[in-house]
């Protein structure tokens, strides 16, 4: 089954993917073998995941949440959506057209 996911490195930074099979992904970025940006910042710890109903919708929230601040993607992996909500609005406070 197709997931999204957020993985915390060891500098606290987060890496956002998505795979058929989220087992052997996560096995993958343990092993170092995963992505190169996640082999440098072992160990790897997933903070969140959603299944989705394809790879293309996996997909495509994963490179929404790959543009999000990092306070939008700690509101998501709290399940906040009230914080999401609010950090996605403009500066001034105008929500986004």
């Known amino acids: 089954m197709p997931h999204v996911y ?6 606290g930074s987060y890496y956002v993917g998505s795979t058929w099979d989220l087992e052997a992904r996560l096995q993958q970025h343990a092993s170092g073998k995963g992505a190169k940006y996640t082999s ?11 299944a989705t ?3 293309a919708e996996a997909y495509a929230w994963e490179k929404k949440i790959q ?3 990092r306070r939008k993607r700690e ?9 999401i909500q609010q950090a996605s609005q ?7 057209a």
């Open 75 to 83: 509101a998501l992996m709290r399940g906040d959506w009230e914080a």
């Open 67 to 69: 543009g999000w601040s």
């Open 90 to 96: 403009r500066r001034g406070g105008r929500p986004p």
């Open 40 to 50: 440098r910042r072992l160990p790897v710890t997933l903070r969140w995941t959603q």
């Open 6 to 11: 957020i993985l915390e490195c060891s500098d």
């Open 53 to 55: 109903d394809s790879i």
